[in-house]
T-cell receptor, first 110, second 115 residues
Framework: DSGVTQTPKHLITATGQRVTLRCSPRSGDLSVYWYQQSLDQGLQFLIQYYNGEERAKGNILERFSAQQFPDLHSELNLSSLELGDSALYFC?????????FGEGSWLTVV | AQKVTQAQTEISVVEKEDVTLDCVYETRDTTYYLFWYKQPPSGELVFLIRRNSFDEQNEISGRYSWNFQKSTSSFNFTITASQVVDSAVYFCALSEAQGAQKLVFGQGTRLTINP
């Protein structure tokens, strides 16, 4: 158990819809990362927050957004969903230069 | 730009055999971190090891060992006396040491250990 908690574990939704994925980092970790794992693209970095502020941005689509709240939990919002957004979305947090991942949220867009 | 290459897409061995997973990386940074993660069939990403670019000492943890060679930009992972529970996809990853430590992953190696 990495200590990073993600909900929901599985989600099935229709094209055009919007979903929110939630993440609680390890206790005391200030950084939160979001990654997407798809068959086409592999594991890709989406975005990082540090203590509530955006710190780095990767290959995140404009239809996607994220935020980190004062209690350090984070949400990844995915809107206008397309079939190609079906993927495993990971949240991670870091301490001491080591990045620990949650169990992921499986998103299926139908 | 940073890049990680895991040339072995799939490996299949019989239990108790030793197996080495290759990882080659590219970076212009002088300081960086290298990682290995395990993804079992259940899907989670499990941290195995982090190596600082300054530390080329090889590491052993039980049946797992890692060989870091800066001269060849490689960070290979060996499982000794493999077990069925070692079956998983293994990812090598690279991050910068300064600033945002986002990981760049290789494509992964699917390891199957047959009984």
């Amino acid at each position: 158990d990495s200590g990073v908690t993600q909900t929901p574990k599985h989600l099935i939704t229709a094209t055009g819809q919007r979903v929110t994925l939630r993440c609680s980092p390890r206790s005391g970790d200030l950084s939160v990362y979001w990654y997407q794992q798809s068959l086409d693209q592999g594991l890709q970095f989406l975005i990082q927050y540090y203590n509530g502020e955006e710190r780095a941005k990767g290959n995140i689509l404009e239809r996607f957004s994220a935020q980190q709240f004062p209690d350090l939990h984070s949400e990844l919002n995915l809107s206008s969903l397309e079939l190609g957004d079906s993927a495993l979305y990971f949240c991670a947090s870091s301490r001491g230069n080591t990045i620990y991942f949650g169990e992921g949220s499986w998103l299926t867009v139908v | 730009a940073q890049k990680v290459t895991q040339a072995q897409t799939e490996i299949s061995v019989v239990e108790k055999e030793d197996v080495t997973l290759d990882c080659v990386y590219e970076t212009r940074d002088t300081t960086y971190y290298l990682f290995w993660y395990k993804q079992p069939p259940s899907g989670e990403l499990v941290f195995l090891i982090r190596r600082n670019s300054f530390d080329e000492q090889n590491e052993i943890s039980g049946r797992y060992s890692w060989n870091f060679q800066k001269s060849t930009s490689s960070f290979n992972f060996t499982i000794t006396a493999s077990q069925v529970v070692d079956s998983a996809v293994y990812f090598c990853a690279l991050s910068e040491a300064q600033g945002a430590q986002k990981l760049v992953f290789g494509q992964g190696t699917r390891l199957t250990i047959n009984p």
